[in-house]
């Protein structure tokens, strides 16, 4: 253990300092004076004489230098005058005399009857005897590292330090908690053992569980397009029935060939061909019954989709009409107090020329004696000569005074008013800017509006139009088929209406023409049978993706539910590192992850006051928070030595600590002042 203690300190010619000798209590000291007497520095110079640099780091000498020698009226360095600063301490026990000088490098220039300066001299001295810079530091630094002494002297530097190397000092006190000593705490945290058993980090795990998620996803967003792309290939149609059409077709082509060969039969069939007919009639009826069903429920299903795009546009307009007005009536707000703010500029205004007006009234007065100021009131003669001076001598000064007071009265109002006259302009300068950020967002929001109208206005123009021209293709191809097979029914009819009246020779002729057309009509229906193949593969297919979704969404929520399980698994760590780091302290609290709003955590390093943010809280808790991390990481490292406490005024109860403590109050005392 290592405790240094600062006996004395001798101050000589140090920045502001002139001669300065301070003797220090072994537990508190209380340095007193007001604002810019030199509290500060004489930290500033117990630092420069351990380490040679300020409390901003800042070095004597060099690029960045701070200014240790003292300054004259034009802020020239004094030269030929030494900057010095002794300690005694005491370490471990022992007693220790280090000091430091400056010198001026003096040299000779040829002609000038004064040597000048040509930079600057530092001297080491350790119990009087004169070292280089080297060993002299070497020596500090075998007493007390200088970044150990920085975090136990100074009670704000730890929370001034980037988080990464305040977390660091943290964790290096709590110690390192590994996965391994919490995957039992929980029998949900078996599957992320078994990870760490195979050599996977708890992160490499979470970034494969992730990866597997995205190409789930990945696949699951394709399944649906195939699905939809292979339903809208299979065609609705009443197979079934286009076989019985086909064997009826097949049989009328038999009994053509029959009656070709008896020509005979030709006058018997010719009823038959009646009755066929009809029935060809009816059976085409149906299939356009059919066909028909499936183009209304088509345009409806299109319908629909319109209508669910017109309600989209119209909620997505209604939600930009009322940003809209929002940022209407925030400008309109402001603006009504930009115009009071205007109003205010010119009363303060017109009140300030009153005020000039009055200044140069008042300050031109001169007074004027009335003889009657001099005679006795009681005697009614006139005063002798000396007392009349006298009296003349009073009154002028009364005048003087009473004039000073009234000039000085109007002064100070007059400068109210110019603060407040700033203050106003300060405020239409902010609010302006505001206003012209939200003009800007208001004519965005209105470019956005215009668009997503005219979109609405040609969703709604499209749903108006329902020329065939606009449909899909396959409800062109279904709307054509419709009226080709209507073409072909009233065909039929004709046909119907001509075979009451034809003769013998017109059925063998019709005969053969109709059995060329059947011919023709099988040929289609087979082409139309090939199709149930491709449906029945397509509808296959669509089963077999229906059961990969199935599969994967199962797969995904396995995998969610693993990310479930490692960010509790996190949080527990998380709970167990603060909570081990808050334990250490009697004030202090550590927040040491953030977590984001993925539910990921992120690691950081805020020390917290009653919950409220370090950089948040008041000066007290500031510094009985530093001096809370100062007895830790003094215990820690079994090193102690003087803490200087700045603006100590500001705290009621300070916080003991081990260490001795140097108060440096603002108080009204003209020199400093040491109890």
Same mark, same amino acid.
């Given at each position: ?5 600062l006996k ?9 300092i002139?001669?300065l000798r301070?003797?220090?209590?072994d ?14 520095s004489?930290y ?5 004489l ?8 800042r070095?004597?000498?060099?690029k960045?230098?701070?200014s ?9 360095r ?14 471990d ?38 070292l ?10 075998e ?12 009670p ?13 000092i ?19 945290f ?13 992160d ?24 939809d ?9 009443d ?11 097949? /049989?009328? +082509?038999e =009994?053509? *060939?029959? @009656? ?5 039969? !030709?006058?018997?069939s %010719? $009823?038959? /061909?009646? +009755?066929? =007919?009809? *029935?060809? @009639?009816?059976s085409?009826?149906?299939? !356009?019954?059919?066909? %028909? $069903? ?13 209508n ?5 546009? %119209?909620?997505?307009i ?57 005679i006795?009131?009681?005697c009614?003669?006139a ?11 009073e ?16 002064e100070?109002e ?9 203050e ?37 123009q ?37 075979m ?9 002729e019709?005969a ?58 996190s949080k ?14 009697k ?10 709003n ?10 917290l ?19 809370d991390?100062i007895?830790?990481?003094s215990?820690?490292?079994q ?11 500001s705290?009621?109860?300070?916080l ?8 440096l ?11």
């Open positions: 253990m290592t405790v240094v203690k004395n300190i001798e101050i000589t010619h140090f920045k502001g002139k001669s301070i003797g220090l209590n537990d508190v000291t209380t340095v007193f004076g007001e604002n810019g007497l030199g509290k500060s004489v500033d110079a117990w630092l420069w351990l380490f040679g640099k300020d409390s901003s780091g070095k004597a000498t060099g960045g230098s701070f240790i020698k003292p300054l004259d009226s034009k802020n020239i004094i030269s030929k005058v030494n900057t010095e600063v002794t300690g005694y301490l005491e370490v026990g022992i007693e220790l005399v280090i000091r430091k000088i400056i010198k001026d490098k003096m040299t000779s220039v040829k002609g000038a009857e004064e040597q000048t300066s040509d930079g600057l001299i530092t001297e080491h001295y350790w119990n009087g005897m004169k280089n810079e080297g060993p002299f530091q070497t020596k500090i630094d007493i007390i590292n200088e970044t150990i002494f920085k975090l136990i002297s100074n704000s530097y730890f929370n001034q330090l980037h988080w990464t190397e305040a977390r660091k943290i964790t290096d006190l709590v110690g390192d908690i590994k996965d391994e000593d919490l995957v039992d705490s929980k029998k949900e078996a599957i992320i053992k078994e990870q760490l058993a195979a050599k996977k980090t708890l490499e795990y979470k970034k494969e569980v992730y990866q597997k998620k995205v190409g789930i996803n990945d696949e699951l967003k394709e399944i649906h397009p195939r699905i792309e292979l339903r809208r290939s299979i065609e609705v149609l197979f079934d029935a286009i076989e019985v059409e086909k064997g009826t077709y097949l /049989k009328e +082509i =009994k053509i *060939n029959l @009656i070709l060969d008896d020509h005979a039969t !030709l006058l018997k %010719k $009823n038959e /061909k009646v +009755i066929f =007919k009809q *029935n060809q @009639i009816f085409l009826e149906q299939l !356009l019954n059919v066909l %028909k $069903n499936n183009y209304k429920q088509r345009l409806s299903s299109l319908e629909l989709q319109k669910s795009a017109q309600h989209d546009l %119209k909620e997505a209604k939600v930009l009409e009322n940003r809209f007005e929002d940022k209407s009536s925030m400008i309109k707000s402001r603006q009504s107090i930009i115009d009071a703010a205007i109003a205010n500029i010119n009363s303060y205004s017109q009140r300030r020329d009153s005020l000039r007006e009055k200044y140069n009234t008042t300050y031109s007065q001169t007074l004027v004696f009335d003889e009657g100021d001099f006795c009131p009681v009614k003669r005063h002798e000569g000396h007392h009349v001076e006298n009296k003349k001598a009154m002028v000064k009364s005048f003087l005074e009473k004039k000073k007071t009234d000039c000085a009265k109007i100070n007059g400068i109210e008013l110019t603060a407040k006259i700033k106003e302009e300060t405020k239409i300068e902010e609010l302006s800017k505001s206003i012209n950020e939200w003009k800007a967002e208001s004519l965005a929001l209105s470019e956005e509006l215009q668009s997503k109208k005219s979109q609405l206005e040609n969703v709604i499209q749903s108006n139009d329902n020329s065939p021209t606009e449909l899909p293709e396959d409800l062109k191809e279904l709307n054509l088929s419709i009226k080709s097979r209507e073409a072909e029914l009233e065909s039929w009819k004709a046909e119907l209406s001509e009451s009246k034809s003769d013998i020779s017109d059925e063998l019709a053969k023409t109709n059995k060329k057309s059947f011919e023709t009509m099988i040929s289609a229906i087979e082409k139309a049978l090939a199709k149930k193949d491709i449906n029945e593969k397509s509808e296959s297919r669509i089963n077999e993706l229906l059961e990969k979704e199935k599969f994967l969404v199962n797969a995904l929520s396995d995998l969610e539910r693993i990310e479930y399980i490692i960010s509790d698994f527990q760590k998380i709970s167990m590192v603060e909570e081990k780091a808050n334990s250490l302290f004030l202090a609290r550590f927040k040491m992850y953030n977590i984001l993925n539910g990921t955590e992120d690691p950081t390093c805020v020390t006051v009653n919950g409220v943010p370090w950089i948040d809280a008041n000066n007290a808790a500031k510094i009985n928070i530093g001096l991390i007895n830790t990481l215990e820690k490292h090193v102690y030595a003087p803490i200087f406490i700045d603006n100590a005024e705290v009621n109860n300070i003991p600590t081990a260490s001795q403590q140097i108060h109050v603002v108080s009204h005392d003209k020199e400093l002042k040491v109890a």
